[in-house]
């Protein structure tokens, strides 16, 4: 048990916003699912933005679909801090992924309020629009939007019901023809801090409640299509088949062997959504989709496998007549963590005995887009068995508290002319 004194902040304000944030979107018993630019995204957009008004924070929902609440400072000349995360879900989600990043930001610049301290610099917190990626599969949405980081076609991107993002930012209230004056000018933001879950199990080995994150890793996602020829099932001799699942299965299957190769390196690779056409019991497979998810700290190795994947596609194509196409979703370097940020983070954890432990992020958050215009840092709370992107996803309210406590005092330092500049 971790020994802590002189907590400020208002644990049960927090809680009870995280609970009442769970209930929109809920699904099974501590599930949720609020996909972004959906009915349940704009309740919880709605009620998000009740509560920075009522702590006195000024309010705006930007055409990228990103909740913004703004507290101004003294001098209004120096770039923002800004502080938060994001409220959308994965379809199959949990309560604490990105939720606590926005409601601890919350609590801690109303805390801020409360207790009379007024920041040099204005303090924005921000829910980003769909950071997920999970509907229109591509994440970061609102973050990269804000930071001028979208590429082309994004808004004709389409859900699995065939509306495009352009559609459904509409239907949010959102003007994709206002996108060029909402991008932040160049050195406006001055630093950004995210409190996130830590969706891994590192914290949980320790004994700790609560993280420094020291970087996230890159990612590079992949649409990988295998395309063949269909047939009768009951017909086609198996050595005159060109079958695009049976290649695919072969792609995955090395895939996997592949990013084990080096157990004690942070790499991973994931193949989470696959697709068939014509996708019948008796019709041989004529063409397959499926995504790659790979991430490293090391570009050298994630480089690399990146070109024996390649090389494997080529070779399965070749074995079982198939021709192949790819488009690639994301690419990132893996991003650091500012050490004047972290040295106020370790500091602040100092001031109520928190032990810190260091760890990097395997999983991409809204830091990432952020990392590429100003210095960022982060702090990962406790999860329960690893686990997140699930409904059994569980922090505890007091890892929670700390975690919030820890950005409340790292706020208010940075607020203060040795850190804030």
């Not at 999860?383 to 699930?390: A, Q």
């Given at each position: ?338 050490e004047r940020i972290k040295n106020a983070i370790r500091s602040s954890a100092e001031e109520i005995g928190l032990p810190l432990p260091e760890l990097m992020s395997g999983p991409f958050h809204d830091a990432l887009a952020l990392s590429y215009v100003c210095d960022y840092g982060m702090i990962f709370v406790r999860s329960k068995d690893g686990i997140s992107h699930h409904p059994s996803e569980y922090s505890s309210p007091e890892d929670i508290a700390l975690g919030t406590e820890v950005l409340y005092r ?12």
């Amino acid at each position: 048990m971790q020994t802590t004194t002189g907590k400020i902040i208002n644990q049960l304000r927090l809680d009870d916003r995280i609970e009442q944030l769970s209930r929109i979107g809920r699904i099974v018993e501590t599930g949720v699912c609020r996909l972004a630019l959906t009915p349940e995204d704009m309740e919880g957009i709605i009620q998000v933005r009740l509560w920075m008004e009522e702590a006195g924070l000024v309010t705006r929902l930007d055409p990228f679909g990103n909740l913004i609440g703004r507290l101004e400072g003294t001098d209004s000349s120096l770039p923002i801090l800004m502080i938060g995360s994001h409220i959308d879900s994965q379809p199959y989600g949990g309560r604490y992924d990105g939720a606590i990043g926005v409601l601890g930001a919350l609590e801690a610049v109303q805390c801020l309020m409360e207790q009379g301290i007024r920041p040099r610099m204005p303090i924005e917190v921000i829910a980003f629009c769909d950071e997920e990626g999970s509907r229109f599969n591509k994440g970061l949405f609102g973050s990269r939007g804000i930071t001028g980081q979208l590429e082309e076609g994004e808004l004709e991107r389409e859900d699995k019901n065939g509306v495009t993002r352009r559609e459904a930012l509409q239907a949010f209230g959102c003007a994709p023809e206002q996108f060029a004056e909402a991008i932040y000018p160049a050195g406006s933001i001055g630093s950004y801090l995210e409190l996130h879950i830590e969706q891994g199990p590192v914290l949980e080995s320790l004994d700790a409640p609560v993280g420094l994150v020291t970087g996230i890793s890159g990612p590079l996602w992949l649409t990988v299509t295998m395309k063949g020829v269909a047939g009768h099932a009951g017909s086609v001799p198996m050595g005159m088949r060109h079958d695009a699942l049976v290649g695919s299965a072969k792609v995955i299957a090395a895939f996997d062997d592949m990013v084990r190769e080096e157990p004690e390196a942070p790499t991973v690779g994931t193949v989470g959504s696959l697709s068939v056409f014509p996708d019948s019991r008796n019709i041989i497979p004529e063409q397959v989709s499926f995504t790659v998810d790979l991430r490293d700290m090391e570009m050298e190795r994630r480089n690399r496998l990146e070109g024996r994947l390649m090389s494997l596609l080529d070779d399965v194509s070749s074995q079982y007549g198939l021709t192949y196409s790819l488009t690639e979703d994301t690419n990132s370097e893996p991003r650091y963590c500012a050490e004047r940020i972290k040295n106020a983070i370790r500091s602040s954890a100092e001031e109520i005995g928190l032990p810190l432990p260091e760890l990097m992020s395997g999983p991409f958050h809204d830091a990432l887009a952020l990392s590429y215009v100003c210095d960022y840092g982060m702090i990962f709370v406790r999860s329960k068995d690893g686990i997140s992107h699930h409904p059994s996803e569980y922090s505890s309210p007091e890892d929670i508290a700390l975690g919030t406590e820890v950005l409340y005092r790292t706020i208010r330092q940075m607020c203060s002319p040795e850190v804030g500049e």
